[in-house]
């Protein structure tokens, strides 16, 4: 029975699920696999399913697609727009949206397991299909490997994967070595002395100390860092007080850091932490703040003999001029951790999602960044098609250049 790809898809855009907390839509992925004849397992990292194609003698593929959603309430004005509702690691009630295109990841990776698995007597090899949750915390792919998927399937000669992006349907965005810049997420704590909003004097303010703190931090781009480098700064998050006229305890920042390399990495980190515990000082904070790394997610690089390789595979396939060199993002991805703990080659590259008539108006106007949206916008959807048929193609490409022939 053939999957209808495109009702896939709109299903699962409709049933989006938080991090670790895929488990309708790992339902779906294990029923198509079993469709499909795929072994598979199930609950591996909590949520995560992997499968494998066995096919004789031949390379071993690993194709990855991750499938959580995020807390974003969807106003994109689709008839198969989300409504649903989740509830995040704090227990709040938050709206949930497939805002960066793991829908499409999950559509396209059970498109391109259909294909191979029908075309078998041309290939040889081994495919392990791994469904990663958890990719938005940065730790799902951790949480698979530390559950033995390197040892409950065969070994990786090579890990591929891609992910939709704002750039035009049909095109494919790769390039060798980072493509993607390394993060740390941290939890700061400021610690202040609380009290009565009326008599200030009597409290050591958390809530000035934070803006003081989250101003001061802008200053390491800004400053610090050569404008020939690349690093981001965001603080994403800032929680304090609770009434008007209570001066806190304790602020919370959250902050999202990016670099593109280890270096980099160690001179941000520092910065970021002496400014923090200047700035309690400088607010006369009895204790010192508390830093916490959340997570950490090396950068993504590609190898660059199999880049080469497989761009030229898609220039083949697809024609030339369809692959362009996207630049680094400054996301980030986990996806590299399969291959750094298998010591294999990486590949992972993008694929076009907006109306390719939209993206060239919005060129030519100069106004992709307004209006065009981009992951994690609540205004965030690939158009279905040519996105999910060209998301299948590449898969299928991609796991071909690397697998063997049933001729050889």
């Known amino acids: 029975m053939t999957i209808d790809l495109e009702a896939l898809y709109i299903d699962l855009h409709r049933h989006p699920e938080l991090s670790f907390q895929e488990t309708r839509t790992a339902g779906v992925i294990a029923q198509h696999l079993g469709d499909l004849g795929i072994e598979f397992e199930e609950g591996i990292g909590k949520t995560g399913v992997a499968g494998v194609i066995r096919n004789g003698d031949g390379p071993v593929v690993w194709l990855r697609a991750d499938m ?20 995040d690691p704090a227990g709040n009630d ?7 295109g793991h829908d499409m990841h999950v559509t396209a990776m059970l498109g391109a ?31 698979m490997i530390a559950d033995g998927v390197l040892d409950r399937f065969p070994k990786p000669d090579i890990v591929l994967g891609q992910h939709v992006t704002p750039l035009p349907a049909g095109t494919i965005g790769v390039r060798s070595g980072t493509q993607m810049a390394a993060s740390d997420g941290l939890t700061v704590t400021l610690l202040g002395r ?50 008007n006229n209570i001066i806190p305890a304790e602020a ?20 970021v932490e002496r400014i923090v515990r200047a700035e309690a000082q400088a ?15 090396p ?37 590299s951790w399969f291959a750094r703990e298998a010591g294999v080659p990486l590949v992972y590259w993008f694929w076009g ?16 960044e307004h209006d065009i949206p981009t992951n994690h916008s609540p205004f965030f959807a690939p158009v279905i098609q040519p996105t999910l048929s060209r998301g299948v193609d590449a898969l299928v490409v991609a796991a071909r250049e690397f697998l063997g022939s049933s001729a050889a």
């Open 68 to 87: 959580d959603a995020l807390p974003v309430p969807e106003q994109t004005g689709l008839e198969y727009a989300s409504t649903a509702r989740g509830t």
């Open 94 to 100: 938050v709206p949930v949206m497939h805002a960066c």
């Open 113 to 143: 397991l259909e294909r191979l698995v029908a075309t078998k007597d041309e290939w040889s090899g081994t495919v392990v299909v791994v469904f990663q949750p958890a990719e938005e915390y940065g730790s799902g792919a951790q949480a």
């Open 194 to 243: 609380g009290g009565h909003g009326s008599r200030p004097q009597a409290t050591i303010d958390p809530v000035v100390m934070a803006a003081a703190t989250v101003m001061r931090l802008q200053t390491i781009v800004s400053r610090e860092i050569d404008p020939r480098d690349v690093a981001v700064v965001t603080v994403g998050s800032i929680h304090a007080g609770l009434k």
């Open 252 to 271: 919370k920042l959250e902050l999202s850091l990016r670099y593109p390399d280890d270096e980099a990495r160690a001179r941000v980190l520092e910065k």
């Open 283 to 297: 607010s006369g904070a009895e204790e010192p703040p508390v830093i916490v790394t959340d997570h950490t997610l």
């Open 299 to 335: 950068p993504t690089i590609n190898d660059v003999d199999a880049t080469a390789r497989l761009t030229a595979a898609f220039d083949t396939a697809f024609g030339e001029g369809t692959v362009i060199d996207p630049g680094m993002f400054t996301g980030s991805e986990d996806v």
């Open 353 to 368: 999602g907006v109306d390719p008539e939209a993206f060239a108006a919005a060129a030519a106007a100069g106004t992709i």
